[in-house]
């Protein structure tokens, strides 16, 4: 992938990440034996293909000084899907739009502006708003066919999972905070680390039973 990457990640410990990671990991590549998978952390990218001469000086400054929002984020869940892209052979669908909260398409264009248009907002928007569609991997590089043989699988694996994180056993919410982290995926798959992180303590993530 050319260039680097934002990625907005649950709190580190966090019950949710370590339960994401769990899935990306081990549960779902077990659907996949003899599958030589990759492994990474739980994000959803907010948005790629940053040239590295953007933040070049300092990549923890240049993550500090975004203009992002300090209102209410809502991170939620829609559906487990398959797909043909790279990164998409297995995603959960994250909502895009909120009217209760700041919604990822405007954080999207936010960071895109910064980091890929020059700051030029109105072709982030354009960009946020026709082509953006933030969700969380669980695997890669699968061919389709074999993903959608063990769809219900990965669905009961994620109702499973849901049931460990949510945190008053009934509504959906299962985790506040999150991390945005800057990481140069232009290098290998396993090489991906963040180098920049911001610690963003509005985020809530939903998770809703029965994707």
């Keep these: 992938m050319p260039g680097s990457s934002l990625w907005l990640v649950p709190p580190q410990g966090s019950a949710l990440n370590k339960t994401l990671q769990s899935l990306i990991s081990s549960t ?9 998978t990759h492994n990474f952390i739980p994000h959803i990218t907010i948005t790629s293909n940053i040239d590295p001469t ?35 052979k297995l995603t959960v669908r994250v909502k ?7 919604s990822l398409t405007q954080v999207a264009a936010i960071c895109r502006a910064e980091g890929v248009e020059d700051r030029d907002m109105d072709r982030a928007r354009e960009w946020a708003e026709r082509d953006y569609l933030p969700h969380l991997s669980l ?7 074999e993903v959608e043989k063990h769809n219900d699988d990965v669905r009961d ?9 949510t945190q008053d056993g ?8 999150g991390i ?13 680390q963040p180098i920049a992180g911001l610690e963003l303590p509005h985020v809530m993530w939903h998770w809703p039973s029965g994707l």
């Excluded at 929002?69 to 398959?82: D, H």
């Excluded at 694996?157 to 994180?165: G, N, P, Y």
């Excluded at 509504?171 to 506040?176: E, I, P």
């Design 170 to 177: 009934t509504g959906d919410l299962v985790c506040q905070g």
């Design 96 to 102: 895009k739009e909120d009217v209760a909260a700041e």
């Design 139 to 145: 695997i890669a590089d699968l061919e389709v066919s």
């Design 54 to 88: 953007v933040y070049q000086h300092s990549p923890q400054a240049w993550l500090e000084n975004l203009p992002l929002s300090t209102n209410k984020l809502l991170v939620r869940f829609e559906a487990c899907e398959p797909g043909k892209p790279f990164f998409k």
């Design 180 to 192: 945005i982290v800057l990481v140069p995926t232009d290098k290998p798959i396993s090489e991906w």
């Design 157 to 165: 694996d994620l109702e499973e999972a849901r049931k460990e994180v």
């Design 28 to 36: 779902v590549p077990s659907h996949f034996p003899g599958v030589q």
